[in-house]
């Protein structure tokens, strides 16, 4: 598993029956004490990739956008949850 920001992401590549890959990958929480999935990426089925490599790098980048776009979102949510205790 690899982090950025603090979120731990796990990618990997689907072979598919054309030759080719296509991504596809997790972002988990990083404050649960326990794997807490929040968000999953799949890309299209239209982007394929001659790696294996290029596809799981893809899917980490598009991890990585989804968390940069969403983290003020995400961590609002955990200071609420916080607050619930």
């Keep these: 598993m690899q982090h950025y920001k603090a979120y731990g992401i796990h990618t990997t590549a689907?072979?598919?029956k054309e030759?080719?890959?296509h991504?596809?990958?997790a972002?988990?929480?990083?404050?649960?004490?326990l794997i807490s999935e929040v968000h999953r990426?799949?890309?299209?089925?239209d982007?394929?990739?001659?790696?294996?490599?290029d596809?799981?790098?893809f899917a980490?980048?598009?991890c990585k956008a989804w968390i940069d776009s969403s983290r003020s979102k995400l961590d609002y949510a955990g200071v609420q949850a916080y607050r619930e205790l």
């Design 23 to 25: 991504g596809r990958g």
């Design 60 to 62: 980490f980048m598009l």
């Design 19 to 21: 030759g080719s890959w």
């Design 55 to 57: 596809a799981e790098n």
């Design 47 to 53: 982007l394929l990739f001659l790696t294996k490599s």
């Design 27 to 33: 972002v988990f929480h990083p404050q649960e004490k």
């Design 14 to 16: 689907v072979f598919t």
């Design 41 to 45: 990426v799949e890309t299209d089925s």
